[in-house]
């Protein structure tokens, strides 16, 4: 079984490249992007467009090249100055946290590529759309081909309630409108806030207990051993509390939520 | 041996000197009567005597003792000072007031006992706020106040009184009556050191006076030698006539 | 006698509220959960009114407290810091923050020998956003931490229990047991010096060291709250006003009193910030619901 996967991870990496490698397309290789998320970063490079981006934010840490490229801030403040200077061709902005931005540049007419993806199917859209946009659509098309095939829904009959954590102060969880949502309903589990519709809402901790997940995923540093009043929750008594799994994997809407999926269904159907 | 005694008394805030190498005493008895023109040094002078202010330099005894070797606490068991005006942001009622004349001889959680109320009692009575007892102490006129805040002093048992302009803001009334209260006390042994803007007042009262003029001592004596034309003309810059008072025959200023 | 009856059993009604009221049907652990919650919010509740009902006095100002004077945010910046810096609440740095604060505060109010009780809150205002931008600083190099920084803002008592900082609450409850005991013995200064300090300075009492203490202690309790449950805003500004007109001005009545009215003040916020919701609000924002409409009263008065 485990080899199996190995072997289904190789050769989709395979696969992937050959795309990059050998696709013919051409684009105008002087066309500017400034991108704003650290997804749609990641996303560029897997269309072989990194070479186009010529601003990114300090967040966007992957590929190991993005970091060579010219920053213009953080996530939540960039530098509009520091963005008209490399005079783009496109900006790829993040709603709803990079509005006040998004209205700056339009004000300078600077044209914008809106990246807010909700679910699995928005992600697919938007790599389709930015593929259009850079005139690389086929190169889009293979990697979301890529990403389908390797994020297949689990067929069971053995639903497991998960409950993802963000933050322990406030505890901050993820409802119905996220892409995680679904890639935790693909793997096989569902999430026990699946019926709150803000994306990352503030819960209490009276709720959690109630609602007993069996499997809880931490995507922060702390601890969820020795809380008061959790100690009869399933997940905890059961030992199947996970921390250690990548945060970039699964909440970065981009090509690497393929390995998240990979350890979410891991863990689930454990 | 003096009540207090101050000697070479310096004191300054930043670099304006207030009070200029003053020496004074306040002897066992006395009814003694400060004056001066405003901002002659005659308050602060009085805070010195009582330890709320420090000198600079020179020292002050309280009864042959340096004052600054013993506690705050000791000294208000020997000394009570009653400033010019009290604002009472709290509306106690007028006993709480009293008894809070009390507090040098209470230790922390010590309740009240018999002898504080027994002092209070007699404290009250003296200043004759007895029938205010109960009432809030701000719903009293400034007058009736004031006697509260005698009375507290008076609680507190002390050998030596000193009174910031005590009648000042206060009709004529209420002036006789803390004036008169003041003489009874001294009467009972009390010593005290009155700080006056009123020269007619001082100089009914007042066994003696001490003038205090730019931080130095102008004169010191009784009111009959002390106050005169001459005096007022140098220190007031003012043109007077002075008579007698025709009961007690003490100088009194008319303009 | 028949007052001090009324306020423990609204105070006994409060906690059974606390512990009744929720989202959920009651079983043992909610029950463990809702009993910290409400050891927490009396614990709290009660110090932050008890250090206004000592500032109030100390400052003989009715409109001192540790959120208007500036300490509370004094707290939050240092916090913040912590949050920042090391990834935890620091109970020292909030201390030191509140501290801080609090002298710069008390410094810029002080004149020779007495304090401008107008200048003491304008000085804390101008302290308070001061706090706030270098805690808007941290949020925005932060990124991470800025709902837990935000959350420690407004104050919240539905946090997580657990090993690290179930430590610090006992030190809390502890801590804020024994200062209240030892706090309690100046209930004599702090109704003298209610009438100016000169006269508290000729009844006998060491003011600097008076102070000193008070301000240090009050200090310590508000560093120590706020790092478990943020700055709560306006309940050291109420309730001691309210203690005041149940009990009368002495404070061996004041200091008890607003203790447990701040305790059953912040257990009613509470169960209602959980009620008015579907989602879990920060108390901070009912109790300042409630405070500034009380504060703008005092002031105009």
Redesign the interface.
């Known amino acids: 079984m485990f080899l199996h996967r190995k072997l289904f991870v190789i050769i989709g990496c395979l696969i992937l490249l050959g795309f990059i490698s050998c696709a013919q397309e051409h684009t105008n290789s002087s066309y500017r992007v400034v991108s704003l998320s650290p997804a749609m970063t990641e996303m560029l490079f897997s269309l072989g467009a990194g070479d186009k981006i010529v601003g990114v934010t300090t967040y966007c840490d992957f590929p190991p090249q993005a970091r060579k490229i010219r920053k213009v801030g953080d996530f939540s403040n960039p530098s509009i100055e520091r963005i008209v200077a490399l005079k783009p061709d496109l900006v790829i902005v993040n709603l709803p946290e990079q509005k006040r931005i998004k209205s700056e540049l339009d004000k300078l007419e600077i044209k914008t590529f809106i990246s807010s993806p909700k679910s699995l199917q928005d992600i697919y859209k938007e790599l389709a759309a930015i593929g259009d946009t850079l005139g690389l659509r086929r190169r889009a098309d293979s990697v979301i081909n890529y990403m389908k095939q390797n994020i297949q829904t689990v067929r069971t009959s053995d639903r497991k309630s998960v409950y993802v954590e963000i933050s322990p102060k406030p505890l901050i969880t993820i409802g119905a409108a996220t892409f995680l949502n679904d890639l935790i309903n693909a793997a096989g589990g569902t999430n026990i806030f699946e019926d709150l519709e803000k994306d990352y809402p503030v819960v209490g901790q009276e709720t959690v207990i109630r609602r007993n997940p069996e499997i809880i995923i931490l995507l922060h540093p702390e601890d969820a051993s020795g809380r008061t009043g959790w100690q009869n929750i399933q997940a905890i008594k059961n030992d199947r509390v996970f921390k250690n799994l990548n945060p970039d994997h699964l909440m970065r809407p981009g090509p690497r939520l393929v390995d998240g999926f990979r350890e979410l269904k891991r863990i689930i159907n454990d | 041996m003096n009540a207090l005694e101050a000697r070479s008394i310096q004191f300054y805030?930043d670099k304006t000197q207030i009070i200029d190498n003053i020496s004074m005493s306040l002897s066992r008895g006395e009814f003694l009567g400060i004056i001066g023109p405003n901002g002659a040094g005659k308050s602060t002078m009085l805070?010195l005597l009582?330890?709320?202010?420090r000198p600079k330099q020179g020292e002050i005894q309280l009864f042959g003792k340096n004052l600054h070797e013993q506690?705050?606490?000791?000294?208000?068991?020997n000394?009570?000072?009653v400033?010019q005006e009290?604002?009472?942001?709290?509306?106690?009622s007028v006993e709480?007031?009293v008894l809070?004349?009390r507090?040098?001889y209470?230790r922390?959680?010590q309740p009240e006992d018999q002898k504080d109320h027994t002092a209070v009692e007699h404290a009250m009575n003296a200043a004759n706020v007895e029938q205010f007892r109960n009432r809030p102490i701000n719903s009293l006129s400034s007058g009736e106040r004031q006697r509260v805040v005698i009375a507290r002093a008076l609680a507190?048992a002390p050998r030596i009184l000193l009174l910031d302009e005590p009648t000042s803001h206060l009709d004529l009334h209420h002036q006789h009556t803390i004036m008169e209260l003041l003489e009874r006390l001294n009467n009972e042994g009390i010593s005290i050191a009155v700080v006056h803007h009123d020269l007619n007042l001082a100089s009914l009262y007042c066994k003696n006076l001490i003038l205090i003029h730019a931080g130095k001592i102008y004169a010191e004596g009784k009111p009959a030698g002390l106050l005169n034309k001459k005096m007022v003309r140098e220190v007031y810059g003012i043109e007077v006539t002075i008579v007698s008072h025709p009961e007690k025959n003490v100088p009194q200023i008319f303009l | 006698m028949t007052k001090t009856i009324a306020i423990i059993i609204i105070f006994l009604i409060a906690i059974a509220l606390g512990i009744l009221v929720g989202p959920t049907r009651l079983d043992s652990e909610i029950l463990q959960l809702r009993l910290s919650r409400v050891v927490l919010g009396i614990f709290a509740g009660g110090i932050l009114a008890f250090c206004g009902c000592l500032l109030q006095g100390l400052f003989?100002n009715?409109l001192v407290e540790p959120y208007t004077l500036g300490s509370a945010s004094g707290a939050a910046l240092g916090a913040s810091l912590g949050i920042f810096l090391f990834g935890a609440i620091s109970p020292i740095l909030a201390f030191l923050g509140s501290l801080g604060v609090g002298f710069f505060v008390y410094t810029i109010a002080r004149i020779?020998?007495g304090l401008l009780r107008d200048r003491l809150i304008l000085a804390g205002v101008v302290m308070s956003f001061l706090c706030s931008s270098l805690v808007m600083i941290i949020m925005v190099l932060g990124g991470r931490e800025l709902y837990e920084i935000l959350y420690l803002l407004m104050g919240y008592l539905g946090i997580i229990i657990n090993a690290t900082n179930r430590v610090m609450i006992i030190a809390l409850i502890a801590i804020s047991i024994g200062l209240v005991a030892f706090l309690?013995?100046?209930h004599?200064?702090l109704?003298?010096i209610?009438?100016?300090t000169?006269?508290a300075?000729?009844?006998?009492?060491?003011i600097q060291k008076f102070s000193l203490v008070v301000f240090f202690s009050s200090a310590l309790l508000v560093g120590l709250t706020v790092s478990i449950v943020g700055a709560i805003g306006f309940v050291g500004l109420i309730i001691p006003h309210v203690s005041?007109l149940l009990f009368?001005?002495?404070h061996i009545r004041n200091l008890g009193a607003s203790f447990l009215l701040g305790a059953t003040f912040l257990l009613f916020a509470d169960t209602l910030s959980r009620v008015i919701t579907v989602y879990e609000l920060p108390v901070g924002v009912v109790t300042s619901l409630v405070g500034v409409p009380f504060f703008i009263y005092l002031y105009k008065r």
């Open positions: 805030y805070r009582c330890g709320i202010l506690s705050q606490r000791t000294i208000a068991q000394i009570a000072f400033p009290t604002h009472f942001a709290l509306n106690f709480d007031v809070m004349g507090y040098p209470k922390p959680f507190q | 003989g009715p020779e020998g309690y013995r100046y004599r200064e109704d003298i209610s009438q100016g000169e006269t300075a000729g009844l006998g009492i060491d005041k009368g001005p002495k």
